[in-house]
């Protein structure tokens, strides 16, 4: 069975047959019973105490749980050929002062070294409200139009393009990837970062934060927002990024590396916790100790549906 689509379903025939002794098997008497069984993708990074990339790892150097109970590793890719598809939200709000065409640049300059022939990008905006500015697609040219569309406004609806851009990703299948660029404020108050972060798991996309501020240690400067950036790389799976030296293209690049250096370990769960609603897993090295390698991958995920919400966020006309 091959991991094409991220959560793949398989069908066990169960016969039951009616009757007591020698009664023969009658087509009235047969009942399929179907089970679904979810393949979980857990992708993995893996670095040195240097903060070196480590590959060359094999199946039989993982180790992996779910909720404590150890799991079968059913697929292993060192690079995945699972389609990637990417969400570059980038904040325009009044609270980033950047150059827009210079950040157009560096983005445009990401999507065309990224993209392959089977990968999607779709680009968003996010100010007062979230905008589409170019649906999914592989055609460069639609993406270099959509960063041509920037424009400024004043509030930074954060959480929004979060939940947001995760429920488009949801929808697709394979690698589903979302990076934020923005200095972490959140003025709109429209979403929480813990419904930002559960829709984010619940539709099992990575998170990357490209954290844009003016001074990266500036004193008596809000750092909530940052931290929150970082959090949801974390728990996500995916990793943060300050624009330092090297401006945003250094940071792309680095969100780059980190995409085309990921380990894809697929299981089918065993003996999962009845009545558990979100399943936190473990991945481990057992062969080196703890503190040989940096290990990163998305904090678990859910099998439970959501609450239904109050209220939800939308996409701006």
Known sequence: MTPQGGLRRRALAVFLIAGLGSSLLTPAQETTLHVDVKLVNVFVNVTDRNGAIVGGLTREDFALAEDGRPQQIAVFERQSE??????????????????????????????????RTQDQMSLLQFATDVRILTPFTNKLSQIDRGLGQLH???????????????????????????????????TAQSTTYAEALEHSLRNEVMIYSIIDVPIEASAGRDLGGEHALIALAEQTGGKSFYVTEGGLDKAFAQVSDDLRTQYLLGYYPRHPVLGASFHRLQVTIPRAAAESFSIRYKAGYYTEGPPRPATRPQIAP
């Open 152 to 186: 400024s406004d004043f509030a930074t609806a954060l959480y929004d393009a979060v939940y947001l851009g995760a429920e488009k990703l949801g929808q697709k299948q394979g690698r589903n990837v979302l990076v934020l660029v923005s200095d972490g404020g959140d």
């Open 82 to 115: 699972l389609p990637l598809n990417l969400t570059l939200a980038i904040d325009t709000s009044g609270s980033v002062h950047k150059d827009l065409a210079e950040e157009a640049s560096a983005a445009r300059r990401f999507a065309h070294a990224l993209l």
